[in-house]
């Protein structure tokens, strides 16, 4: 019986213990200063990194056309491409044309840069003013590139600005004042150098690249049953010309042998005559 008294009283005890420890937690959360919510903005991103933000990425576009117009219709639409894009702002990056002549058609081809925007606008008007028969497309991914050359202006202008505090100052010696400005001019032209190569992927990341070649349609004799006939007609005066051209390059490269051949009999002829009138008297 005795210890039966024993065990309840010391399970009362743990009992007591036990809500007296809750009672205290509850009043500690309860009274606890409230978390700055920087703080807690901070442990939240640090267990979830890159939850609120998507990293940026640059890709470089590029679009191919072969379209096809007549051909007294194709430099007129070379040049309306060419007007369009300059009323857009859009960069002319090179522009062709060549007329007709003996032996081939006319052609054009234009590269162009515009901004996404602008694009399906100048798609548009090329379709209007000839027909599109090919078009392909290719992308290029230059985020990489574009973060490093962005870390190194980043690192390089740190050390710029350094070293320009460092010859502020002036505190050392007339070698070191010199060896700093040595690094500084090398650190300046390495960032001017990069800075430019940040503009130039700028420019292919921030704008589409727009190559146009421009052709003529064939006729249906270049392009039916009598093609080989047509094509044989327009190549008579080029095999005439290359037949006598072959003529003359033989004649001039067997006229030395001939002299030279002729000269040759000549003289054994002459021999010969003498020899024979030895043997006669």
């Known amino acids: ?64 056309l072969v379209v096809e117009t007549t051909e007294d219709q194709l430099p007129k639409a070379w040049e309306s491409v060419n007007e369009f894009c300059r009323s857009m702002g859009c ?18 081809s234009l590269v162009l840069r515009v901004v996404p925007e602008n694009l399906k606008p100048l798609l548009d008007h090329i379709g209007k003013v000839s027909n599109i028969v090919t078009h392909m497309t290719e992308s290029e991914d230059k985020t990489g590139t574009v973060i490093d050359v962005e870390a190194k202006i980043k690192n390089l202008t740190e050390l710029r600005n350094r070293l320009r505090s460092m010859l502020a100052t002036r505190t050392g010696s007339l070698k070191d004042v010199v060896e700093v400005e040595r690094e500084l001019s090398r650190a300046q032209s390495e960032l001017d150098s990069l800075v430019a190569r940040r503009k130039a992927l700028a420019n292919e990341t921030d704008k589409v690249a727009v190559m146009i070649d421009f052709r003529s349609k064939q006729s249906i004799a270049e392009t039916g049953a009598f093609a080989p006939v047509v094509s044989a007609w327009h190549e008579i005066g080029h095999v005439f010309a290359s037949s006598i051209a072959i003529i003359i390059t033989f004649t001039v490269a067997i006229v030395p042998w001939l002299i030279l051949i002729a000269a040759g009999f000549w003289i054994v002829f002459k021999l010969l005559r003498r020899v024979l009138r030895k043997r006669a008297h």
């Open 91 to 108: 960069d002319i990056v090179e522009s062709s044309i060549s007329k007709k002549n003996q032996n081939t058609p006319p052609s054009g």
């Open 1 to 64: 019986m005795v210890n039966k008294l024993i065990t309840l009283g010391i399970i009362g005890l743990l009992l007591v213990g036990g809500c007296s420890k809750k009672e205290e937690s509850q009043k500690a959360e309860r009274f606890a200063p409230a978390e700055a919510p920087a703080v807690a903005a901070f442990k939240k991103e640090k267990l979830e990194p890159g939850a609120d933000a998507e990293s940026k990425r640059y890709i470089a576009m590029k679009h191919h």
